[in-house]
């Protein structure tokens, strides 16, 4: 009984030591303990804080590059933004922000932005100084399109513009020739221009959940598609060449299935017929005609 209650007060001795310590750091000092290294690099996570704006300690962390600062309350970012320019990755899903600060196109060693489930109403247009982009999520936001300066972002894999209120497709958004994953569901779109062709790297292209009436001849350009979903649209037929996807394996009909998703559509009754002997038929129909 009593060594236990010496090493009971041994730990509380140590804890009230280690509190004392806390109390002598500076602020600055204090968000940094919470910093730690990970295959190299220095990061930080304040997600999940209750946060309604950032700490202004966390500007003097120049050397941070990743920042989690996902599910809070924020409402804006300062200018300061810029000064932690050594960042790579930037988290902000979650959170109420209803704008980005122009300040974020100084980050130039940023390859990763998560902006989702935001109410941001539009993209500033320094984000196309922002050149090393990998990795952009803008969706479940309230956007209406891309600035020009965009079509910047060639080094851009993966684009994720799903549930936002786009019309159409950004035209800088052909640009970005290296996407091989583009999410368009849920938003506005009535059409897929024929430029569509210019991404020849794409492998996953989801548009469900839009008012797309037909599919452009041009598509049938990206024959390294292995997913394309185009379900809960308001297409009727599809392209004669659309057989030259031969990557598209199957017709697929759960969300994470890769293949062609698209029989959630008004298809014509002829068109409908064919797919059900699966999608072969359909690319042998379509090549005999």
């Known amino acids: 009984m009593g060594h236990k209650q010496s090493k009971e007060e041994e730990m509380k001795r140590q804890a009230r030591k280690s ?3 806390e109390d002598s750091l500076t602020s600055a000092e204090r968000i940094r303990n919470h910093a730690y290294k990970q295959w190299g690099y220095s990061i930080l996570s304040l997600a999940r804080r209750g946060l309604k704006e950032p700490p202004k300690e966390l500007w003097e962390l120049t050397e941070l590059e990743k920042l989690n600062l996902s599910l809070n309350c924020l409402r804006a970012l300062p200018p300061a933004l810029s000064i932690l320019s050594n960042l790579v990755v930037l ?10 600060p122009p300040e974020i196109g100084q980050l130039r ?8 489930r935001n109410q941001l ?4 247009e320094e984000l196309g100084n922002c050149t090393r982009l990998e990795v952009l999520s803008l969706a479940n ?3 209406s399109g891309l600035p020009a300066s965009c079509a910047n972002l060639t080094c851009l894999r993966k684009l994720n513009l799903s549930h936002n209120k786009i019309v159409h497709i950004p035209g800088c958004v052909y640009t970005m020739k290296r996407l091989v994953f583009l999410h368009l569901a849920c938003n506005r779109l009535e059409c897929i221009a024929e430029s569509i062709a210019a991404l020849v790297e794409l492998k996953i292209l989801i548009v469900e959940g839009n008012e797309i009436h037909s599919l452009p001849k041009m598509i049938c350009c990206l024959t390294r598609l292995e997913l394309l979903n185009v379900d809960f649209n308001d297409i009727q037929n599809v392209p004669q060449e659309m057989h030259q996807l031969s990557r598209l394996e199957k017709l697929a009909y759960h969300p994470l299935d890769k293949g062609l998703h698209i029989m959630q559509n008004p298809l014509q ?5 064919v797919l059900e002997g699966g999608l072969i038929a359909l690319f042998n129909y379509l090549k005999s005609n």
Do not use: D, M
């Open 109 to 116: 060693h940023l390859r990763v932005l998560f902006c989702y």
């Open 269 to 273: 009754k002829q068109i409908k017929e």
């Open 141 to 143: 936001n309230e956007i």
């Open 19 to 21: 509190a004392g310590r």
């Open 121 to 124: 109403t539009e993209v500033p």
């Open 91 to 100: 988290n902000l899903w979650g959170n109420q922000l209803t704008s980005l």
